[in-house]
């Protein structure tokens, strides 16, 4: 007789705590822009870093799987801010 896997409405997802650990990987990109990029726009990037974990942590319970797109979006978006301000603002490490 198979064993049929019953689950839970309490089941938890471990996609909320991969999407968090991308989350505190990207904070370490963030925070060490500043070998690169001046105060102001390391500022900048860490504001938006901040909104980003803020959707996060809002999308915890109801949208999990979600919250893996959040740090792609914060790797795409620190890269492409990095390599436009050394085109067009002169940033150099």
């Known amino acids: 007789m198979a ?10 997802s471990p996609w909320p705590f991969v ?9 370490f990109l963030y925070a060490v822009s500043g070998l690169v990029a001046p105060w102001w726009g390391v ?15 809002r999308w915890w ?5 979600r919250m893996l797109a959040l740090p792609v979006i914060a790797v795409v978006v620190w890269f492409g801010t990095l390599t436009a301000g050394g085109i067009w603002l002169g940033w150099t490490a």
């Open 61 to 65: 319970t109801p949208h999990p799987r």
């Open 3 to 12: 064993r049929r896997r019953i689950q839970s409405r309490n089941a938890i």
């Open 19 to 27: 999407g968090m650990a991308g989350m505190a990987a990207t904070l």
């Open 43 to 57: 500022a900048l990037l860490l504001v938006f870093w901040l909104v980003l974990f803020v959707i996060a942590c």
